[in-house]
């Protein structure tokens, strides 16, 4: 069949069957034992955009879905997607969908399509949307476009499905590394103290994340992507370095401990049932303070997990963590202009604290790459700390 008469076939079918059909079409024209041809690609795009998005019609003139052909597309990939078994096929097909992201209507329906798979649990498609991530790139502004309307649609408000959230960590394990991988891009990231802290929610389903599974922030990396063939794969980057800035910074940017409480689960009273008499029990609370604690040690055991016995390291980037020195120096300059002995708060020790915990934690298991000399002597221009400077003095003797 020439390309004209599968274009024309197609149009043949209305919204939504087009779609559908056009999935099978894209499919035929990208999966294969070689790369696809350039001519090949193309029409593949021009089906994209004519027959699953809608963008244009045969003549090229401009149009669109309304927002009930969105949902329909919505789940017409959701079910191809989901009933594919070959991962490379799956990411071929989702990648050509939308790596391209110039248009914010296919970023919003990609969004919506994300928001529902964590909502559903719904493996392949996270799976997809985590490759997508680590292609487009983590910090890119389409990936944390993507992050924020998920921590809009899940973790702003004390929502009942936190248990589901917390398996992701297992079902999806690339998806939930690549996902705080961006969120740490998000927040905790500006040198003027605009406290941009993440939600509570997010902070304690992350720290649960990683609390509870140390290899997580090392899936992606473990886990390589089947790409097409052809196509240039992006390295993973791990959310370690990103998680260091958080644990570090946090005693500096929380003002007071707010609890966190975590609501009981309301029973429902059937008719004529007998509910039987318990005493209630104080629900259990949580501080930031203690949330970030707890999310300290964790990112510490996952940076052991993260040792490489063979091949150069690859968990934590020398620069990435070399990046926290001029917000921790703003921290201490606005001290000496009050007047205050920078060995003396407290809140500043702890920050020197952690990031030599971590720094000493990352090096001894061979964790980081990149110019370990640069980062010891940006270390070394820090507020001194005690703990800190055994650790620079010992590496910097070692190199």
């Given at each position: 069949m020439s390309f004209s008469d599968l274009k024309h076939s197609l149009r043949k079918y209305d919204f939504p069957a087009c779609?559908?059909?056009a999935l099978i079409k894209i499919e035929m024209l990208l999966v294969g034992r070689a790369a696809p041809t350039n001519k090949q690609l193309d029409v593949a795009m021009d089906i994209i955009s004519e027959f699953v998005f809608c963008?244009?019609?045969?003549r090229g003139n401009r149009r669109g879905l309304n927002p009930l052909q969105e949902l329909q597309l919505i789940d017409i990939i959701c079910d191809y997607i989901s009933a594919c078994t070959n991962e490379t096929t799956k990411n071929t097909i989702f990648l050509s969908l939308f790596g391209s992201m110039e248009s914010q209507r296919k970023l919003k329906i990609l969004s919506i399509l994300a928001s529902m798979?964590?909502?559903a649990s719904s493996t392949p498609v996270l799976l997809a949307v985590g490759v997508w991530l680590q292609q487009m790139g983590s910090s890119s502004p389409q990936s944390l476009q993507?992050?924020?309307?998920v921590i809009r649609d899940h973790f702003y408000l004390?929502?009942?499905n936190q248990t589901a959230l917390k398996v992701l960590a297992k079902t999806a394990p690339q998806f939930v590394s690549n996902f705080i991988t961006a969120v740490t891009e998000l927040y905790m990231h500006d040198l003027q103290r605009v406290k941009k802290m993440p939600p509570k929610n997010l902070l304690e389903i992350i720290t649960a994340w990683v609390y509870s599974n140390p290899t997580l922030c090392m899936s992606a990396q473990l886990n390589p992507a089947s790409l097409p063939n052809g196509s240039i794969p992006m390295g993973a980057v791990t959310p370690l370095a990103g998680l260091i800035h958080w644990c570090a910074l946090a005693p500096l940017y929380i003002d007071e401990d707010t609890e966190i409480e975590e609501l009981p689960i309301k029973r429902i009273k059937l008719?004529?049932?007998k509910l039987p008499i318990i005493k209630s029990v104080p629900s259990k609370s949580f501080t930031e303070a203690e949330l970030y604690v707890k999310l300290h040690l964790g990112v510490l055991h996952s940076l052991r997990a993260g040792r490489r016995t063979?091949?150069?390291p690859t968990a934590v980037n020398a620069q990435h963590l070399a990046a926290l020195t001029p917000l921790v120096q703003n921290y201490a300059h606005q001290l000496l202009k009050c007047g205050v002995k920078l060995q003396n708060d407290t809140k500043l020790q702890d920050c020197l604290d952690?990031?030599?915990?971590?720094v000493q934690v990352a090096l001894a298991n061979g964790c980081v790459y990149g110019n370990i000399s640069n980062l010891l002597a940006a270390l070394d221009t820090l507020p001194e700390n005690r703990l800190l400077r055994i650790i620079i003095k010992c590496h910097q003797q070692s190199i």
């Open positions: 779609a559908k059909e963008e244009t019609d045969r798979a964590v909502s993507l992050v924020e309307n004390n929502t009942s008719e004529d049932e063979h091949g150069p952690r990031m030599g915990q971590s």
